[in-house]
């Protein structure tokens, strides 16, 4: 309990939004949307009195930490509001599983969603993804890198888009090459030392028939650009919606500036919005909620 604690506390920046009352909805608990080595990959839904059609999908995750206990009601009271269906996903958490193994949950996770949009009542392509942080990360990775599924998958669910119509986060690391300034690496290195676990990219060991750490640096910079949404920028995403804070030292704002620019340049509408003197996380980041909203109700309403 100690561990969860610790991690939490220094991963989970929508703590910040702090807990609220539940807010007017029905919450069904712990759909199965997936499995992976015998382990369920679970989500909350949660249904609000008048739903307006549109599904959000929010990222549960900080410093690539995802737990069930961790679903904030408070945090998505603003959509709940407004008609929004939201979808509550919790991935595989680190230090069990790596970034390239959450972002298989997130594919998944979408595609699950999608598949049922007619029994949660929303429109497939409207879905909109949010989250802060790694959870941030993990909504611009799908927004940039959404892909379409196996026409010839035996699982239904698979053969589903895992592509958004709209992407609307928090203070999300973009490039881990270029953190923070030109050729800076933060692959579980440098500001992100203290984030180890999801970096430890490992592969099957013919030989030996065990996972062993990927240690060749040739590789580990291919996993790095592939998980960097900066590299996946391209005329058909989503428009995209950034709110950092212009003294964040865990993820300097730089990260969302490279990822507006190269997604503006590819024609792509993003927009950042800069907090002036805030950090990672702010006392009065609850009323920013309304500001992704009104993204989500922008370009999801008017489709």
């Not at 964040?248 to 704002?253: H, R, S, Y």
Request: contains cysteine; glycine residues 10%.
């Amino acid at each position: 309990m100690m561990r969860l604690a610790l991690a939490l506390a220094a991963g989970l920046c929508v703590a910040a939004v702090g807990r609220a009352e539940e807010p007017p909805a029905k919450r069904t608990e712990d759909v199965i949307y997936g499995r992976k080595f015998g382990t369920a990959l679970t989500m909350d839904v949660f249904t609000p009195a008048k739903p307006n059609g549109i599904g959000l999908i929010f990222v549960v995750s900080g410093g690539w930490f995802s737990a069930h206990e961790a679903i904030n009601p408070g945090f998505l009271e603003p959509f709940l509001k407004r008609g929004y269906t939201v979808f509550a996903v919790v991935h595989g958490s680190q230090p069990k599983f790596n970034i390239t193994e959450i972002l298989s949950d997130m594919h998944r996770a979408v595609r699950y969603i999608r598949h049922h949009a007619a029994d949660y009542g929303v429109d497939p392509e409207r879905l909109g993804i949010m989250g802060a942080s790694a959870g941030g990360h993990l909504s611009v990775m799908q927004g940039t890198a959404g892909s379409a599924g196996d026409p010839n998958a035996q699982d239904k669910v698979d053969r589903e888009s895992s592509r958004v119509a709209a992407v609307a986060c928090f203070f999300p690391p973009t490039d881990f090459f270029n953190y923070g300034k030109p050729g800076e690496d933060a692959l579980g290195r440098g500001i992100l030392k203290g984030f180890r676990a999801p970096f430890d990219f490992e592969q099957m060991d013919d030989e030996t028939k065990r996972f062993v750490e990927i240690t060749d640096e040739a590789k580990l910079q291919e996993i790095g650009k592939a998980i960097s949404p900066v590299n996946h920028a391209s005329s058909d995403d989503p428009p995209t919606l950034i709110v950092h804070g212009d003294a964040d030292e865990l993820v300097p704002i730089q990260q969302a500036e490279i990822l507006v620019e190269a997604l503006t340049k590819a024609g792509v509408e993003a927009k950042l919005v800069t907090k002036p003197g805030a950090g990672h996380g702010w006392p009065d980041l609850p009323k920013d909620l309304e500001t992704l909203a009104d993204w989500f109700d922008e370009h999801l309403k008017k489709q």
